[in-house]
């Protein structure tokens, strides 16, 4: 009994065995017969051509070892693969998916440039049948859902042996579940030369996460289809346009579903040793209501341009008499909108060192975001009908038809744009503090140099120019201190002072459409104070 046991266990084996390694054939070859299919078919330009095939049946896996694509015309080597590992799920007795393809050591030469990259990987659930969607013009949807690509070296020979040596240490992209979006999207580690321009670059890091782009390239591809044979003004390309321009707006004042975005470590260097660089740019805290933004946190920390005075001769000479070389800038910004009261408000503040600080409060009264979006989709789509409506003036045309001509225009537009941007609030405060802190020396400085005149003087001619020509263009609106409060900022030390701005009636469509130059200081407000203390510049 045991020896039959032992027997029949055997022959299990042998059955499985030979099952097994039948069916590993049959995989290998469904392969082969894939590669076969492509290089028959004389629309692709390249024909593939594989050293070795294995296959494991159990782990759904395939590998092929150096891989080479040949032109088809010319039989020169295009690109070369040391590896590409598969893994595949069978679908039915005759198909299969790709789910996962790994390549590594990627060469792709050309005349004029090279490609290295280390490794690829795509995910998927059927990444053949994504690329055959996406060659269509069609998003892949779930059959494409992620994509890393590492250690990208790229050179390229420019004329005159103005070479070019450009890499990226890594770049990630993750779809979302239907694939019309993004998930995340990360790349480091770029870095840049051209040694015979002697230009040098590099960036750290971008990320971001979120994005929707399906309603955006849906409409585009219909514009397209409707415009293919059709005439420019015809009712189709209109209506086709008229869709595209909508879900632009609609998509730009949704920040195209992005939730965050940071950009790390960016530097530029050029020939004349002048650089730029910037710490970090980044924006986070997304609020959305209605499909609109309506709160955001924002930041540039250290925007620098350095050895300014490398620029040219004339702004060494220039910029040498001011002892300015460098030019720094920090910026803070956020918003967030109050659902009780209906508002949102927002704080920016920007500083230049050794020029000025300005902060800014505002605050935006009874915002209704579902109405804003409606009334500025709206003039997105008016814009575009009269745009192509337009009848340009005749050829023979007087310069008098023409101004009257372009009258109308800026009139139309005009009307339009108060037509949308009133309505969906009641009201706005605004409050704008500004602390000089080196930009009025400096500027009268060049401007006393220039002129043949002392600092002080240049000082006084300026405040004096600017102070008749506010109290001239403002007329009764001109706050009464305004004289005192220019000519506090202009002295040495100089005093800050914030400018107050409110609306004291409501801004509807009927109020500025009745308002001009004469009336406007019944609806608008000013108001000039001085700040002692400075600006504050804590962080928001």
């Given at each position: 009994m045991k020896n039959r046991l032992i027997a029949i266990v055997a022959v299990l084996i042998a059955a499985a065995a030979a099952t097994y390694f039948y069916l590993n054939h049959q995989f290998e070859q469904k392969i082969r017969d894939l590669i076969a299919a492509y290089n028959s078919d004389i629309g692709n330009e390249v024909i593939v051509s594989v050293?070795?095939?294995?296959?494991?049946?159990?782990?759904?896996?395939?590998?092929?070892?150096?891989?080479?694509?040949?032109?088809?015309?010319?039989?020169?080597?295009?690109?070369?693969?040391?590896?590409?590992?598969?893994?595949?799920?069978?679908?039915?007795?005759?198909?299969?998916?790709?789910?996962?393809?790994?390549?590594?050591?990627?060469?792709?030469?050309?005349?004029?440039?090279?490609?290295?990259?280390?490794?690829?990987?795509?995910?998927?659930?059927?990444?053949?049948?994504?690329?055959?969607?996406?060659?269509?013009?069609?998003?892949?949807?779930p059959l494409l859902q992620m994509m890393e690509v590492n250690n990208i070296r790229f050179h390229v020979s420019g004329a005159d042996n103005d070479d070019g040596d450009f890499g990226l240490e890594t770049y990630r992209v993750v779809l979302s579940e239907d694939g019309r979006g993004i998930k995340e999207l990360v790349a480091k580690g770029f870095s840049g030369e051209l040694p015979k321009a002697k230009v040098t670059m590099k960036l750290d890091s971008v990320t971001m996460t979120g994005g929707e782009f399906g309603a955006f390239f849906d409409a585009f591809k219909e514009m397209q289809a409707a415009t293919n044979d059709a005439e420019p003004k015809s009712e189709e390309a209109i209506e086709a346009a008229v869709k595209l321009a909508r879900a632009m707006m609609r998509e730009s004042l949704n920040y195209m579903g992005i939730d965050s975005f940071s950009l790390v470590g960016f530097e530029l260097k050029v020939p004349t040793g002048t650089s730029v660089s910037l710490k970090r740019a980044q924006v986070s805290d997304i609020e959305r209501r209605e499909g609109v933004i309506v709160g955001v946190r924002s930041v540039i920390e250290d925007l620098i341009i350095d050895n300014l005075q490398n620029t040219s001769p004339q702004a060494r000479q220039m910029l040498a008499l001011v002892d300015f070389n460098t030019l720094r800038m920090n910026m803070q910004s956020v918003s967030h909108f109050d659902a009780a009261s209906k508002s949102t408000k927002g704080t920016s503040l920007v500083v230049f060192d050794n020029l000025f600080a300005l902060r800014s409060d505002a605050t935006i009264h009874d915002m209704d975001p579902a109405l804003m979006v409606e009334k500025l989709v709206n003039l997105q789509e008016e814009q575009i009908r009269n745009a192509m409506a337009m009848q340009e003036p005749e050829p023979d045309a007087t310069p008098e038809d023409i101004a009257a001509f372009q009258k109308q225009t800026f009139d139309n537009m005009l009307a339009m744009y108060k037509k949308a941007y009133t309505g969906f609030y009641s009201g706005l405060d605004l409050a704008i503090d500004l602390e000089d802190r080196g930009l009025v020396e400096k500027g009268s400085t060049l401007y006393g140099v220039m002129s043949g005149m002392t600092p002080e003087q240049a000082r006084q001619m300026l405040v004096a120019a600017l102070t008749a020509e506010l109290q001239q263009s403002l007329q009764e609106g001109a706050p009464a201190n305004l004289a005192g409060v220019l000519q506090d900022y202009v002295n040495v030390p100089s005093v800050p002072f914030r400018l107050s701005v409110r609306n004291l009636a409501p801004l509807t469509e009927e109020a500025l459409n009745t308002m001009d130059a004469n009336n406007w200081q019944t609806l608008i407000g000013l108001e000039l104070q001085q700040l002692p203390d400075g600006v504050d510049d804590t962080a928001l």
């Amino acid at each position: 009994m045991k020896n039959r046991l032992i027997a029949i266990v055997a022959v299990l084996i042998a059955a499985a065995a030979a099952t097994y390694f039948y069916l590993n054939h049959q995989f290998e070859q469904k392969i082969r017969d894939l590669i076969a299919a492509y290089n028959s078919d004389i629309g692709n330009e390249v024909i593939v051509s594989v050293e070795s095939i294995s296959t494991n049946l159990f782990a759904k896996s395939a590998e092929l070892g150096g891989v080479i694509l040949q032109e088809r015309e010319s039989d020169n080597t295009t690109a070369t693969v040391k590896s590409l590992s598969l893994n595949i799920d069978t679908l039915g007795a005759s198909s299969f998916a790709i789910r996962r393809a790994a390549l590594d050591d990627l060469k792709i030469a050309g005349a004029d440039a090279n490609l290295q990259v280390g490794s690829v990987t795509i995910e998927g659930a059927d990444l053949a049948g994504a690329m055959n969607t996406f060659a269509s013009g069609e998003f892949a949807g779930p059959l494409l859902q992620m994509m890393e690509v590492n250690n990208i070296r790229f050179h390229v020979s420019g004329a005159d042996n103005d070479d070019g040596d450009f890499g990226l240490e890594t770049y990630r992209v993750v779809l979302s579940e239907d694939g019309r979006g993004i998930k995340e999207l990360v790349a480091k580690g770029f870095s840049g030369e051209l040694p015979k321009a002697k230009v040098t670059m590099k960036l750290d890091s971008v990320t971001m996460t979120g994005g929707e782009f399906g309603a955006f390239f849906d409409a585009f591809k219909e514009m397209q289809a409707a415009t293919n044979d059709a005439e420019p003004k015809s009712e189709e390309a209109i209506e086709a346009a008229v869709k595209l321009a909508r879900a632009m707006m609609r998509e730009s004042l949704n920040y195209m579903g992005i939730d965050s975005f940071s950009l790390v470590g960016f530097e530029l260097k050029v020939p004349t040793g002048t650089s730029v660089s910037l710490k970090r740019a980044q924006v986070s805290d997304i609020e959305r209501r209605e499909g609109v933004i309506v709160g955001v946190r924002s930041v540039i920390e250290d925007l620098i341009i350095d050895n300014l005075q490398n620029t040219s001769p004339q702004a060494r000479q220039m910029l040498a008499l001011v002892d300015f070389n460098t030019l720094r800038m920090n910026m803070q910004s956020v918003s967030h909108f109050d659902a009780a009261s209906k508002s949102t408000k927002g704080t920016s503040l920007v500083v230049f060192d050794n020029l000025f600080a300005l902060r800014s409060d505002a605050t935006i009264h009874d915002m209704d975001p579902a109405l804003m979006v409606e009334k500025l989709v709206n003039l997105q789509e008016e814009q575009i009908r009269n745009a192509m409506a337009m009848q340009e003036p005749e050829p023979d045309a007087t310069p008098e038809d023409i101004a009257a001509f372009q009258k109308q225009t800026f009139d139309n537009m005009l009307a339009m744009y108060k037509k949308a941007y009133t309505g969906f609030y009641s009201g706005l405060d605004l409050a704008i503090d500004l602390e000089d802190r080196g930009l009025v020396e400096k500027g009268s400085t060049l401007y006393g140099v220039m002129s043949g005149m002392t600092p002080e003087q240049a000082r006084q001619m300026l405040v004096a120019a600017l102070t008749a020509e506010l109290q001239q263009s403002l007329q009764e609106g001109a706050p009464a201190n305004l004289a005192g409060v220019l000519q506090d900022y202009v002295n040495v030390p100089s005093v800050p002072f914030r400018l107050s701005v409110r609306n004291l009636a409501p801004l509807t469509e009927e109020a500025l459409n009745t308002m001009d130059a004469n009336n406007w200081q019944t609806l608008i407000g000013l108001e000039l104070q001085q700040l002692p203390d400075g600006v504050d510049d804590t962080a928001l």
